[in-house]
């Protein structure tokens, strides 16, 4: 099933045949559809699979558009979808008996989410929420069901991710165990820069926006407390703040014990 908004996704590779005056209807075509099994290979999910096999699945994903701040999946609702982002960021977060908000993960293009419920039924534990707006691709149970008896491959990775957000998970209760502030939020910190980390000659840096908010909720700690910690890390050199707001962690934030 091809959308709008895949075709939109995939609309700056398209140029490029465009722009060499190429008219081929044929070659568009193909263009067109080796284009948008790319967009499929870089979800890590489907990384291994062949172009006839990646073409398979996405004739059975239906995609769907939701604006900042929308409400993908609320809390306690028992999903018959698995989800994935094609474009755009999402929250996974709880609410506290007095309405706090605990965020749980972050999840960028690329990665998934709802497949829990597909594989035990149960509801969904947290809410999943558009941070911005978001392109998301649905795949119903029956055919994750039928990806998971039928590809091998998509068994193993998913295996694979699975490991690695038990992993995940490991390090936040390391992280919530820490009294002191500048410890949670130096873990928090190394955690987001084995994932959205690019190393550079000068640091290493975090190619994912958070305002300070996220970083409380995500440490169980106030705003002021993170923006305190982040203002002298600052002034002492361990972090600086690029263009785009992305953290850069210098050399000197290593030395920080924890």
């Given at each position: 099933m091809h959308s709008t908004a895949l075709k939109k996704t995939i609309k700056k590779r398209k140029r490029k045949v465009e722009a060499s005056g190429d008219q081929n209807p044929a070659l568009k075509i193909a263009y067109?559809?080796?284009a948008e099994n790319g967009i499929l290979r870089n979800i890590a999910l489907f990384s291994s699979l062949s172009n006839t096999e990646l073409h398979q699945i996405r004739e059975h994903i239906i995609l769907r558009e939701f604006k900042k701040n929308q409400t993908i999946l609320g809390e306690e609702e028992t999903s018959q979808f698995m989800y994935i982002i094609i474009r755009g960021k999402v929250k996974i977060s709880r609410l506290g008996k007095e309405g706090k908000e605990t965020i749980l993960s972050m999840h960028g293009s690329g990665e998934f989410f709802g497949e829990?419920?597909?594989?035990?039924?149960?509801?969904?534990p947290a809410g999943v929420i558009a941070v911005e707006n978001s392109?998301?691709?649905?795949?119903?149970?029956?055919?994750?069901?039928?990806?998971l008896f039928t590809q091998q491959k998509v068994l193993e990775n998913?295996?694979?991710?699975?490991?690695?957000?038990l992993r995940e998970a490991w390090q936040k209760i390391e992280m919530m165990n820490f009294n002191d502030a500048s410890q949670r939020l130096k873990m928090l910190l190394n955690m987001?820069?084995?994932?959205?980390?690019?190393?550079?000659?000068?640091?290493?840096?975090?190619?994912?926006?958070?305002?300070?908010?996220?970083?409380?909720?995500?440490?169980?700690?106030?705003?002021?407390t993170v923006?305190?910690?982040?203002?002298?890390?600052?002034?002492?050199?361990?972090?600086k703040?690029?263009?785009?707001?992305?953290?850069?962690?210098?050399?000197?934030?290593?030395?920080?014990?924890?």
């Open positions: 067109a559809k080796h829990l419920s597909l594989i035990d039924g149960k509801t969904t392109t998301v691709a649905i795949i119903s149970k029956y055919h994750f069901h039928s990806l998913l295996l694979q991710i699975f490991c690695s957000r987001l820069a084995e994932t959205y980390g690019d190393k550079t000659s000068d640091g290493t840096v975090l190619r994912v926006r958070l305002i300070h908010q996220d970083m409380a909720d995500m440490t169980g700690l106030t705003r002021e923006t305190r910690v982040l203002d002298k890390w600052k002034k002492t050199g361990e972090i703040i690029l263009e785009g707001k992305f953290i850069r962690l210098n050399p000197e934030f290593y030395s920080i014990q924890l």
